[in-house]
């Protein structure tokens, strides 16, 4: 099977295209502007990583340019298409709201216009559980309301709606929601990873909402599982799922558990930050039902784990 996946640098796209690659019979084509947003050496390392098996054709493309990505598809027989290259980081829409208007906006509409003419058969695309914004009743499910906070959340839910519109016969287009997912190779601007990098540089951590929120952490090797099971299923036109392990995580109680496996605590507790959601805890019962997993692993050896990668690999951040 020839599967294309776009943020193949990124976090979520790389852990999928390892494990993809396990299995001989796929050729995975990659590509990614390999922005700054956060560390280029991680990005690069992850895709030398690829690299290594012949399997594996790395593009350097920004969604924004049409040209490349016609040509891409014209030279490559796409069956599959895993759409994650995106603006991650809520934090970020303060400073770059236009980054995300750029490659979750224009780039998301770029791809979709040109994978269209090309009997893609199924297109997975990132969306967040940020499209659900502050939530009275939990878990949220994929019926819930949506009412995002901040132009990430928004820019999410805008796919989400641009696929009602745009979907036809010939592709199945299935949205994933994701939950905080985190782990080995993970983001450093997502809380583990940075409160590692803060440890590890003794600088103050600030801490949102004296760490007060919830959130459902989503551990990649069970988000990959996940997501290698869709991909045989079979689906309706336009499909939405949330990928979480329905066990949110009051982030007080995590920083605890840090702060035991690395013994910092330069934290200093600062006021609600309104772009963030209070909490996320999602259903996960329209996924077991369609793949049928329900084997969420342990957080906290999850975590373990995580420090552990961030041990060896922590020159990459
Ligand atoms: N990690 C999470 O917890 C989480 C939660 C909800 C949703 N998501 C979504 O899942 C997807 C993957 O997230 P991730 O955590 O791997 O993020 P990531 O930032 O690690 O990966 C995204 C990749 O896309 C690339 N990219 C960004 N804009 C691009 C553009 N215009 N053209 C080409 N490449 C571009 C980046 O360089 C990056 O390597 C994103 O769509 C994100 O919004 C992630």
């Not at 770059?96 to 893609?120: A, C, D, R, V, W």
């Not at 190779?185 to 919830?214: C, E, Q, V």
């Not at 930050?273 to 039902?289: A, C, S």
Request: glycine share 4%; aromatic share 16%; net charge positive.
């Amino acid at each position: 099977m020839n599967i294309l996946i776009t943020g193949c640098a990124g976090f979520i796209g790389y852990s999928l295209a390892k494990k993809l690659l396990k299995n001989n019979k796929n050729n995975i084509f990659g590509f990614d502007n390999l922005n700054k947003f956060y560390s280029i050496k991680l990005k690069k390392k992850r895709l030398s990583n690829l690299n290594k098996n012949k399997n594996f054709k790395f593009f350097k493309i920004d969604l924004a340019d049409k040209k490349k990505l016609s040509y891409l598809f014209k030279h490559k027989k796409i069956d599959i298409i895993f759409h994650f290259a995106a603006q991650a980081g809520v934090r970020y829409v303060s400073t770059h709201p236009e980054k995300f208007i750029h490659s979750n906006i224009l780039g998301f509409h770029n791809l979709l216009s040109t994978s269209k003419e090309f009997n893609i058969k199924k297109f997975f695309y990132a969306s967040s559980s940020s499209v659900y914004g502050d939530s009275n009743k939990f878990p949220v499910d994929e019926k819930s309301k949506l009412n995002p906070k901040n132009i990430y959340g928004l820019s999410k839910k805008l796919n989400e709606e641009y696929i009602k519109i745009y979907s036809n016969e010939k592709t199945k287009y299935i949205g994933l929601r994701f939950f905080t997912v985190y782990g080995e190779w993970g983001r450093p601007d997502m809380l583990i990873l940075k409160y590692l990098d803060y440890a590890k540089k003794n600088k103050t951590f600030y801490l949102n909402n004296s760490g007060n929120h919830w959130r459902d952490f989503t551990y990649i090797d069970d988000v990959t599982k996940i997501l290698i099971k869709l991909i045989n299923k079979r689906f309706k036109e336009n499909e939405i799922f949330n990928i979480c392990s329905n066990r949110p995580i009051l982030i007080k109680n995590l920083i605890l558990y840090l702060n035991e496996k690395t013994g910092f605590n330069k934290i200093k507790n600062i006021n609600v930050n309104n772009i963030e959601v209070f909490k996320t805890h999602g259903k996960n019962l329209k996924l077991k039902k369609k793949i049928n997993y329900s084997n969420y692993s342990d957080f906290h050896k999850n975590v373990d784990k995580t420090i552990n990668w961030f041990k060896k690999y922590n020159h990459l951040i």
